[in-house]
């Protein structure tokens, strides 16, 4: 991957068109912006499912109403494109599973997907099945009539519609194969594994990022460096564990980073984000919205493991994201709102911020100043309020921040000053040779931060004041040193 | 009942307090306001069930959280006391039902309760079940094991916590008898009879107001008048079963009313609103907002019979409350957020107008001119904002409009300009002399109003410009004529 921002974005979202509409407007416009490519959330065959695209029928297929492999392959000519591999399950829809459903056993597809009892062959007591670490309130199985008579609890980590893969069984491994080998021909750069630490189950165990889940992303990372692919894992965890996932895998996501500079700002306190950028993993995508929530867990204690804040700051932190944005993001998190994870709090990150443009530009800055490729989501890029409209007929929590914007709206977006302003961080990041470097954190008070980067004779800083709530950039330039200021 | 404006509060979120306070700040402040009493929503043991109090576990006691019924006793010596007599339904968690569940068939409760087998002794085929009307979404049954390996369907038309009631049986009878005479010797004049549509079940019927449910209402009214209570029916169905229930029982609510008011004011049209005031109940009680939703049933199309306003009308209202809501309501209703009633849109009266003060003054004016004794909710008589943080934190829709208010922000809400408008009104409705004689709908143009009230001598007079947004009232005086214009 190119040390340069992509965009991540949603096609169908994104302009409301096909793959090839989506190519020439981003041609005309943001080429300058994302010269680190862009991650395409899902586009397979179907991209209205149960969950936004990670259900698919087809993962091999694009979803027709967008266009074709030929189309990727063309925008991958221009854009180094990441794109979703999702591991962990397939939808109930899928050819496969309908086969099951009308043979049952004798489906030729029946052992690509995971039964309860296929884990545990003596049966699942309930001190078993509590130790299964949970994105939701509920058990992870759904009991499903298959073929004649026949009746078993299928695994479903997420939703009843999505069935998950054995991963271990060769049907689950040539599944995968056949996805990698088709992103391979079609011009996709890298992969992003998506729910990758759910993977694995095995008994007397938490399922959840468990030894044999670090083999499997291993042993899968190799398959896909072999055919040219970089894999990012995404993983929401504690900061341990992350750091352990990074040592071991091509790229993980910096999830921390996006609550620590939220409470950076919230407390005008810069110990706690100094902190971890002292320990942080050097090999990571850093990210402040995606199209998921923003994770509490990836800086929350877990079990007797302190996390990167307290409790009390924890609480503060979510308290002050409810605030800011009035409360909306109370009504699209937790429990309710169709969540798929309740350790997430639904809000688009320019109003978990009260819409303050400052406050926000100081998060992007501080973001593209930390170690790792900086990824921007549309929402974000354009400043995307919460979609209140949206969520109110999905009723899906996550759809808060997930807005579908005509390319006419977007335009309209790019003329605000606080996107006219971004862009110009943006173009920064892209350009300035320092970031090729070595980072600092330079040693300052509790309400400072200074950043820097030092390449040969080129070099950048980023110097905030919580206080005051402004920063400023100082930066080398090849004839003359310059100034912006914000 | 007196013909005065009356107030709907819940104790517990009307000053969080208990009776005797409520009763004190009333006695205080509120005194000149609300001449025609309370209306006091559920305060039984417990008020915190699964329903807001909709579900007691004990119907015949006071939470005593609140106080008992001796407090209750004193605010009826100044107050007029109208309350709740859920007959549907009693909480899961009552004396009685867990009497069920330990003891099955042989509790002497058993016979209190409707299971499915009572309704229907030769079994219910798919089709008998589709007849059934529902305000949810799903099955009107819950599978509850009791006793020694029994297990029955219960009827639970509302939530699984809210096991029905056999109305029909002599234990349901009895049950229904002792909280009439409880009320009658602690000073309650008049009951809501709370979703009476759905408390009479039949074999191929909708199970909603059948013949058979008006004759149970009938009953139930008379045994209320013999010992001096009146009866207002709460039933939220299309105009027509409206007026035809109003032709047998004592008082309904005029429910029509709060959506055509929102009609005629977003789309600068009284002629449907006029058309209703022709045949609408006379003997009605009158409300814009309540603790539930703002019902649609109540001016939509039912089958082949034309609502009172067309689908086209009926969108168009429901989008500009979204809309005059930034989306809120919408948020809140339908399904999803725990919405026992998909067929009504939660949102505050105050919110569904935009916060526009003035359309909101000419709302209530219309509501108090209009022929009924005129009921306000604490919310919309302190003219609260959706409480968007309240409905993030419980997921309850209708929690959107039922705000939890100490009484120093009652008092601050009182000082609002809106508000003391709205005061300048309910005194004034309660004041004058016409309102006690003869109501009229002056013939106009479509975008004005003309309502006029005669009494002898005495006249009072609302004309609105729904074109211009403003509205007086011409009134006599018993010495001079005056004018008051908002």
């Not at 030929?70 to 991958?76: F, G, N, V």
């Not at 493991?305 to 109370?330: A, C, F, W």
């Not at 997430?344 to 100043?369: D, M, P, W």
Request: contains cysteine; charged residues 25%; hydrophobic residues 35%.
């Amino acid at each position: 991957m190119k040390n340069k921002v992509q965009l991540i974005a949603y096609i169908d979202r994104f302009g409301k068109k096909g793959i090839a509409e989506f190519h020439a407007f981003l041609s005309d416009h943001l080429k300058d912006h994302f010269e680190g490519g862009i991650h395409l959330l899902p586009f397979y065959n179907t991209i209205d499912g149960a969950d936004a695209g990670y259900d698919p029928k087809d993962h091999t297929q694009v979803d027709p109403r967008l266009g074709d492999w030929e189309d990727i392959k063309k925008l991958s000519d221009e854009f180094d494109l990441m794109a979703d591999l999702i591991v962990n399950h397939i939808s109930s829809d899928s050819r496969e599973f309908q086969d099951v459903k009308m043979h049952g056993h004798n489906s030729q597809y029946f052992d690509l997907f995971l039964t309860k009892e296929k884990v545990f062959p003596k049966g699942a007591s309930e001190s078993l099945i509590k130790k299964i670490y949970r994105p939701r309130p509920n058990l992870p199985f759904t009991t499903i009539k298959v073929g004649q008579d026949e009746e078993y609890d299928f695994w479903t980590t997420f939703t009843s519609d999505q069935i998950d893969i054995d991963v271990l069984h060769q049907k689950g491994s040539a599944y995968i194969s056949q996805i990698l080998k088709t992103f391979s021909l079609n011009g996709i750069k890298s992969i992003r594994l998506d729910a990758a630490g759910y993977a694995i189950k095995k008994p007397e165990t938490s399922c959840f990022m468990i030894p044999e889940t670090y083999d499997f992303i291993g042993e899968f990372s190799s398959k896909a460096r072999a055919m040219g692919i970089d894999v990012l894992v995404e993983i929401h965890t504690h900061y341990k564990h992350q750091i352990e996932i990074a040592s071991k895998v091509d790229y993980v996501y910096d999830f921390a980073l996006p609550p620590l500079i939220l409470h950076t700002i919230a407390k005008k306190s810069g110990t706690q984000l100094k902190n971890w950028l002292e320990i942080s993993p050097r090999n990571c995508v850093t990210v402040l919205d995606t199209h998921d929530g923003i994770g509490i867990v990836d800086i929350a204690k877990q079990d007797d493991n302190p996390g990167l804040l307290s409790d009390e700051e924890v609480d503060y932190l979510v308290e002050s994201i409810h605030k800011n944005s009035n409360n909306t993001s109370r009504i699209a998190s937790g429990e309710g709102g169709s969540n798929l994870d309740i350790y997430q709090v639904n809000c688009s990150f320019y109003e978990a911020l009260g819409k303050n443009s400052t406050h926000y530009l100081i998060a992007r800055a501080i973001q593209f100043f930390c170690p790792g490729i900086p990824q921007v989501y549309y929402g974000g890029f354009l400043a995307a309020a919460n979609d209140l409209k949206l969520l109110g007929t999905t009723k899906v929590g996550r759809d808060i921040n997930r807005p579908y914007l005509e390319f006419d709206e977007v335009l309209q977006m790019l003329e605000s000053s606080v996107v006219k302003d971004l862009s110009k961080l943006i173009k920064f990041r892209n350009t300035h040779p320092s970031f090729g470097g070595n980072f600092s954190v330079l040693p300052t008070s509790d309400d400072q931060i200074k950043l820097r980067w030092d390449l040969n004779d080129e070099w950048s800083e980023l110097n905030i004041d919580l206080l005051k709530s402004n920063f400023e950039i100082n930066y080398s330039m090849q004839e003359v040193e310059s100034l912006l200021i914000f």
